[in-house]
């Protein structure tokens, strides 16, 4: 028994945390998500340099044959620094799909493929020679607009397959949607008879759909997580060094409670997303409750953390200039992402008590 | 990362869970509390588990203990839970008055004293808590006097738990009238059999009595029972304190493992469909596995650096507003029914738990102290006063 993360582990967090906070500081934040692309889509070679986006890869595909437990790490530290590439997307909702075809994981290793997940039950597929065509329509596609390629989940002859349609030009259609939170662009993504390659047919997908849901609620755990503890350490700041009265307001216990109940649930967040990664990594047979579990509580936690940190901000934390409100935008799309809260709960206590 | 056990933890735990099954006097099983007539059992029970290595796990060898890393007890705290049996009923001796003793102890009173705690032949109380000090411990005023050969202690504790059954007590008193507050103080091992030591049980509001208040009156304490320096005995209960977080939160989550398993069994029971019930009782599961995967990162801490961290006080907060949380939850599945105080059911079970748990937000650390410590000690924020 040891819930601790190995020397190696806690190499990759102080490189991860030291490499987003020199790139990006607080005050990029706006020019980012203002930007045309919405991202800094020069970081991507750059995170597969650093080995992120291949961590979980095999070493035959170029990747380095770790675990999800790392790729935990970089959520988390992704979330802390509010980042807005399709690294969630890549990594967390495409790569189980991807791993159909060991020249795609390839591609994901050395940064040439970025991909998403467009789900949904309204695309249909059908064949066309040893390739398919994609007929259909999704929404609020994660990264819709940053991705090299989707990977679809269409009915074909056989039930729900999960396809591969790559971007050429202007197809698929994608029409990027003005959606609360800036820094993980949402879009509409339309097939008109889009050619795709089968990554799994309707047998094995739905296993591949299960385990891609899971590993998505983890890693937005983490991310959520990376969110509530920068949008605490943010209150801490400003709480030590605002004055009113003659004193710091944190000084008050008004202030200083809600900012310790704060640190108090993004501990014990921390802790579900831990034990979530590590249940997925290991193939644990408790890994899909842990994920809800995780995911439920981590989204609401980071939440509750970002309208705390508003309120200490008084009127500064209102405003639009200050970047607390891209923290608690980023924390409302967690916590809307797959199903609230309360619709986990719901599938907890089908668990717990039946009915 | 590995949440398993190892081969050896499994060993142990396999071991004690068949020890539990067999050797748990019936007349504990169930165990909630020492009140009643399990308090009769305790003793013996404490040396059963004394007798089969159970006492004094992370102690060391040389003290009579198994000299295990902190691991072992985590995983003891886990399976009494689980089996519903009580610890050892000298807590207080093996979890606070042995490892100060240990850490502050002369040679003679390491021999005198420890080995009776494992073998509970002495059980020990504190006497911090005062009527007039509770939170601010350091403005204590129980005096503690040298007067010739000996000290002298007057003065009221109060909470104290298991002083109507034991043998010694950990007292800090003050002995300077004019100091500041935290120079003056002093601690002693005080004998409850010592002349003018008068011991008031306190009915709680659940009509029964935990806890007592401790008056001293002239009572004369031997010099060698002094823990540390006259005057330095700040220093020497903050020892005390700092094991009282220890493995704490496994004994807490191992006690809201109980409750919450008894309130999934209760709401099949009773309230099997109703949407908002079950959304409150997937709440208190998803809050105990956050509490107990916290323990754990914890533990992990502990091993790695002796010392335990702020976990400790997040899981003191969050399980004592859980329990109070779920408590009143049962009673509200059980509705007018848990009014009614006798009998050995759910009800009378959930009416004395519900109002039993309005004391853990109070005993050991108000949870309003304890935010003030993450406040100031974890996130590092200008005191409060």
Redesign the interface.
Same mark, same amino acid.
Not at chain 2, 4 to 32: H, I, M, Q, Y
Not at chain 2, 352 to 381: K, M, P
């Given at each position: 028994?040891?819930? =601790?993360? =190995?020397p190696e582990?806690d190499q990759l967090r102080a490189q991860a945390r030291s490499f987003l906070e020199r790139r990006y500081p607080l005050a990029r934040l706006a020019e980012i998500a203002t930007s045309e692309d919405g991202w800094d889509r020069a970081s991507w070679p750059e995170l597969a340099r650093l080995g992120w986006t291949g961590a979980s890869i095999p070493e035959a595909q170029g990747g380095a044959g770790l675990s999800f %437990?790392e790729e935990a790490i970089v959520f988390e530290e992704l979330g802390r620094a509010l980042y807005s590439g399709p690294y969630f997307s890549t990594v967390a909702l495409a790569l189980p799909a991807l791993g159909c075809a060991p020249d795609l994981l390839a591609q994901v290793a050395s940064g040439e493929l970025t991909a998403t997940l467009a789900s949904g039950t309204a695309v249909q597929a059908r064949g066309a020679g040893d390739r398919w065509r994609l007929r259909g329509e999704t929404d609020l596609v994660a990264d819709a607009g940053s991705v090299d390629a989707f990977v679809v989940q269409a009915r074909g002859p056989d039930g729900i397959g999960l396809y591969l349609a790559e971007r050429h030009g202007t197809r698929p259609q994608i029409c990027v949607l003005d959606t609360v939170d800036a820094s993980r662009r949402l879009g509409r993504v339309t097939f008109a008879d889009d050619d795709a390659r089968l990554l799994a047919a309707p047998a094995a997908a739905a296993g591949i759909i299960a385990a891609t849901r899971r590993r998505a609620l983890a890693a937005l755990a983490l991310e959520a997580v990376g969110v509530a503890s920068h949008a *605490?350490a943010l209150g %801490?700041e400003h /709480?030590?060094s605002r004055q009113q009265f003659g +004193?710091?307001i944190? /000084? $008050?216990?008004a202030v =200083?409670?809600k900012?310790?109940?704060t $640190? %108090?649930e993004t501990? *014990?967040? +921390? =802790?579900?997303a831990?034990?979530a990664a590590?249940c997925i990594a290991e193939d644990d047979g408790q890994a899909e409750l842990?994920a809800s579990?995780a995911k439920? $509580?981590a989204a609401e936690a980071a939440v509750a953390a970002c309208e705390r940190a508003i309120q200490v901000h008084g009127g500064m934390g209102f405003t639009w200039d200050h970047p607390l409100h891209r923290y608690y935008k980023r924390a409302l799309w967690i916590e809307s992402f797959d199903r609230s809260g309360?619709a986990h +709960?719901?599938d907890?206590?089908q668990v *717990? *008590? !039946? !009915? | 990362m590995d949440l398993r056990d190892g081969p050896e933890e499994a060993a142990f735990r396999a071991t004690l869970r068949t020890w539990l099954e067999a050797k748990v006097p019936s007349g504990l099983r169930g165990f909630r509390g020492w009140t009643g007539p399990a308090l009769a059992l305790g003793r013996d029970w404490s040396k059963r588990l004394a007798e089969a290595g159970y006492a004094g796990l992370t102690w060391p060898k040389e003290y009579g203990g198994a000299g295990l890393p902190w691991r072992y007890q985590a995983l003891y705290l886990e399976e009494l839970a689980r089996a519903e049996a009580p610890q050892h009923l000298g807590v207080i001796g093996l979890g606070m008055a042995g490892p100060t003793i240990i850490a502050h102890g002369r040679p003679d009173q390491k021999r005198r004293y420890l080995a009776k705690i494992l073998s509970a032949e002495d059980i020990w109380c504190q006497g911090f808590s005062e009527p007039g000090s509770g939170s601010d411990l350091a403005s204590v005023r129980a005096r503690v006097d040298r007067v010739g050969d000996r000290f002298v202690v007057n003065g009221q504790k109060v909470w104290s738990s298991y002083a109507h059954v034991a043998d010694r007590c950990i007292l800090l008193g003050r002995s300077t009238t004019a100091s500041e507050k935290h120079e003056g103080l002093t601690y002693l091992i005080v004998d409850m059999k010592s002349p003018g030591v008068e011991v008031r049980p306190l009915r709680q509001i659940t009509g029964e009595a935990e806890f007592n208040e401790i008056f001293f009156t002239d009572v004369a304490v031997p010099t060698e029972n002094l823990l540390g320096e006259v005057g330095g005995g700040w220093r020497v209960a903050m020892t005390t304190l700092s094991h009282e977080r220890g493995t704490f939160g496994f004994a807490l989550a191992g006690a809201l493992d109980v409750a919450v398993r008894k309130l999934v069994a209760l709401a099949r029971e009773r309230a099997g469909t109703d949407a908002l019930v079950r959304d409150r009782v997937a709440r208190e599961w998803i809050d105990l596995q956050a509490l107990r995967y916290t323990n754990y990162r914890a533990l992990a801490r502990l091993e790695r650096t002796g010392v335990p961290g702020p976990e400790g006080s997040v899981a003191k907060l969050r399980w004592s507003e859980a329990n109070q949380r779920l408590t009143k939850l049962a009673i509200e599945i059980i509705g007018q029914e848990a009014q009614v105080a006798d009998g050995d059911g759910a009800p009378a079970y959930w009416r004395y738990q519900q109002l039993r748990s309005r004391g853990n937000t109070i005993e050991a650390g108000t949870s309003e102290i304890l935010r003030n410590i993450i406040a100031e000690r974890v996130l590092g924020l200008p005191r409060s006063r």
């Amino acid at each position: 028994m040891d819930f =601790s993360f =190995s020397p190696e582990q806690d190499q990759l967090r102080a490189q991860a945390r030291s490499f987003l906070e020199r790139r990006y500081p607080l005050a990029r934040l706006a020019e980012i998500a203002t930007s045309e692309d919405g991202w800094d889509r020069a970081s991507w070679p750059e995170l597969a340099r650093l080995g992120w986006t291949g961590a979980s890869i095999p070493e035959a595909q170029g990747g380095a044959g770790l675990s999800f %437990v790392e790729e935990a790490i970089v959520f988390e530290e992704l979330g802390r620094a509010l980042y807005s590439g399709p690294y969630f997307s890549t990594v967390a909702l495409a790569l189980p799909a991807l791993g159909c075809a060991p020249d795609l994981l390839a591609q994901v290793a050395s940064g040439e493929l970025t991909a998403t997940l467009a789900s949904g039950t309204a695309v249909q597929a059908r064949g066309a020679g040893d390739r398919w065509r994609l007929r259909g329509e999704t929404d609020l596609v994660a990264d819709a607009g940053s991705v090299d390629a989707f990977v679809v989940q269409a009915r074909g002859p056989d039930g729900i397959g999960l396809y591969l349609a790559e971007r050429h030009g202007t197809r698929p259609q994608i029409c990027v949607l003005d959606t609360v939170d800036a820094s993980r662009r949402l879009g509409r993504v339309t097939f008109a008879d889009d050619d795709a390659r089968l990554l799994a047919a309707p047998a094995a997908a739905a296993g591949i759909i299960a385990a891609t849901r899971r590993r998505a609620l983890a890693a937005l755990a983490l991310e959520a997580v990376g969110v509530a503890s920068h949008a *605490l350490a943010l209150g %801490v700041e400003h /709480a030590k060094s605002r004055q009113q009265f003659g +004193r710091p307001i944190g /000084a $008050y216990q008004a202030v =200083s409670h809600k900012l310790a109940d704060t $640190y %108090v649930e993004t501990e *014990l967040a +921390r =802790s579900l997303a831990y034990w979530a990664a590590w249940c997925i990594a290991e193939d644990d047979g408790q890994a899909e409750l842990a994920a809800s579990a995780a995911k439920a $509580y981590a989204a609401e936690a980071a939440v509750a953390a970002c309208e705390r940190a508003i309120q200490v901000h008084g009127g500064m934390g209102f405003t639009w200039d200050h970047p607390l409100h891209r923290y608690y935008k980023r924390a409302l799309w967690i916590e809307s992402f797959d199903r609230s809260g309360a619709a986990h +709960r719901a599938d907890i206590a089908q668990v *717990l *008590l !039946g !009915g | 990362m590995d949440l398993r056990d190892g081969p050896e933890e499994a060993a142990f735990r396999a071991t004690l869970r068949t020890w539990l099954e067999a050797k748990v006097p019936s007349g504990l099983r169930g165990f909630r509390g020492w009140t009643g007539p399990a308090l009769a059992l305790g003793r013996d029970w404490s040396k059963r588990l004394a007798e089969a290595g159970y006492a004094g796990l992370t102690w060391p060898k040389e003290y009579g203990g198994a000299g295990l890393p902190w691991r072992y007890q985590a995983l003891y705290l886990e399976e009494l839970a689980r089996a519903e049996a009580p610890q050892h009923l000298g807590v207080i001796g093996l979890g606070m008055a042995g490892p100060t003793i240990i850490a502050h102890g002369r040679p003679d009173q390491k021999r005198r004293y420890l080995a009776k705690i494992l073998s509970a032949e002495d059980i020990w109380c504190q006497g911090f808590s005062e009527p007039g000090s509770g939170s601010d411990l350091a403005s204590v005023r129980a005096r503690v006097d040298r007067v010739g050969d000996r000290f002298v202690v007057n003065g009221q504790k109060v909470w104290s738990s298991y002083a109507h059954v034991a043998d010694r007590c950990i007292l800090l008193g003050r002995s300077t009238t004019a100091s500041e507050k935290h120079e003056g103080l002093t601690y002693l091992i005080v004998d409850m059999k010592s002349p003018g030591v008068e011991v008031r049980p306190l009915r709680q509001i659940t009509g029964e009595a935990e806890f007592n208040e401790i008056f001293f009156t002239d009572v004369a304490v031997p010099t060698e029972n002094l823990l540390g320096e006259v005057g330095g005995g700040w220093r020497v209960a903050m020892t005390t304190l700092s094991h009282e977080r220890g493995t704490f939160g496994f004994a807490l989550a191992g006690a809201l493992d109980v409750a919450v398993r008894k309130l999934v069994a209760l709401a099949r029971e009773r309230a099997g469909t109703d949407a908002l019930v079950r959304d409150r009782v997937a709440r208190e599961w998803i809050d105990l596995q956050a509490l107990r995967y916290t323990n754990y990162r914890a533990l992990a801490r502990l091993e790695r650096t002796g010392v335990p961290g702020p976990e400790g006080s997040v899981a003191k907060l969050r399980w004592s507003e859980a329990n109070q949380r779920l408590t009143k939850l049962a009673i509200e599945i059980i509705g007018q029914e848990a009014q009614v105080a006798d009998g050995d059911g759910a009800p009378a079970y959930w009416r004395y738990q519900q109002l039993r748990s309005r004391g853990n937000t109070i005993e050991a650390g108000t949870s309003e102290i304890l935010r003030n410590i993450i406040a100031e000690r974890v996130l590092g924020l200008p005191r409060s006063r």
